[in-house]
């Protein structure tokens, strides 16, 4: 049986390589999830993966494997977060104002006032993400739409 895991670098990778200089975090994200996986050890092996969202009013409250939400690598601050994209029934993706209350991430933009969908870091290289887990694992990156994207036209 084959096993497999991933290891998000969005924030140690290089952007025009898909060899990262960065070689020592990568490995240790990948041992991390070796550890946790296949030797049993109770470690924190991956950053916050999107699990649902619920749209109240005009803005989308997304929920998270993990609750313990920050907005920074150190896992210190809860601040704004950057590379939040939302979009109305027009399909059109517009910047966002997201952040972090408790354990939920809620997004809004002005440009949208009935928002449908979310994406976080959605492009070839997400350069800012800054949502992480306290242990200063970053978030996979994320749509809750499935419309065809511009490789799918």
């Not at 550890?35 to 989308?60: H, N, Q, R, W």
């Not at 601050?77 to 979009?87: V, Y």
């Not at 109305?88 to 933009?109: L, R």
């Amino acid at each position: 049986m084959a096993t497999t895991s991933q290891a998000v670098i969005i924030d140690i990778g290089e952007a025009n390589d898909i060899h990262p200089k960065n070689k020592q975090d990568v490995g240790r994200r990948l041992a991390y999830n070796a550890l946790a996986k296949d030797y049993g050890f109770d470690i924190e092996f991956s950053g916050p993966v999107y699990e649902s969202m619920e749209i109240t009013g005009s803005e989308i409250v997304l929920t998270f494997n993990q609750g313990d939400l920050r907005s920074s690598r150190d896992g210190l601050e809860t601040g704004p977060l950057t590379r939040f994209q939302i979009a109305g029934a027009d399909q059109k993706f517009y910047w966002a104002d997201a952040k972090i209350d408790g354990d939920k991430v809620f997004v809004a933009s002005t440009e949208v006032p009935q928002p449908v969908a979310v994406r976080y870091a959605w492009s070839n290289n997400p350069e800012g993400c800054n949502l992480y887990n306290s242990s200063g694992l970053p978030a996979s990156p994320f749509r809750t739409d499935d419309w065809p994207c511009i490789t799918n036209r």
